[in-house]
């Protein structure tokens, strides 16, 4: 007995439809872009010449960090002093608990006029162990994670912040 699939018609029908059905798919998916979520074309263009001030600890140092990463100023010229003090609760190992508190003092240069002051707050939890020296890491890893969700929040402040003052 002879079946469709050993009929050369068939053969040749059914390859040409996986063909279409992988072409198909392939040019849908290459019309798919990725985006931020939170953001606008707009938005992604918009650049703020920032100076940051000296940390004076570790935790402000990551703060300061990552907010220059968020920041990348290409421009010589800066229209803004940011100035961020970290203060931290007992980071110790007793303690499964630490919470940051960054104080941000947004100052334009050229007026040298405090445009915004304010603070923002960022915790982490931490996991201790029996043995000191892992509890001790635990609460510095804790402490630095806490200082890296700092800084985000005070990157969308000052985005908020700056956006307004563009307008």
């Known amino acids: 007995m002879l079946s469709f699939s050993q009929m050369p018609f068939y053969d040749s029908l059914e390859r040409f439809l996986k063909i279409s059905v992988w072409v198909t798919l392939s040019l849908i998916l290459s019309a798919c872009t990725i985006a931020p979520v ?48 970290v203060a931290s609760s ?17 100052t334009d240069l050229q007026s040298g006029k405090i445009i915004y002051s304010g603070t923002r707050t960022a915790s982490a939890s931490l996991e201790s162990s029996p043995q000191n020296l892992a509890s001790q890491q635990a609460a510095n890893e804790a402490s630095e994670r806490a200082a890296r969700d700092l800084a985000q929040s005070i990157r969308l402040s000052l985005i908020g912040i700056l956006s307004a003052q563009s307008r």
Do not use: C, H, M, W
């Open 90 to 106: 007992d980071v110790s190992p007793a303690i499964n608990n630490v919470a940051l508190t960054g104080t941000i003092t947004l």
């Open 38 to 85: 939170y953001s606008t074309p707009e938005q992604q263009d918009t650049r703020f010449e920032l100076q940051f001030a000296s940390p004076a600890s570790r935790l402000e140092q990551i703060v300061y960090s990552e907010l220059a990463a968020a920041f990348p100023g290409s421009s010589p010229v800066k229209n803004y002093l940011v100035e961020i003090g």
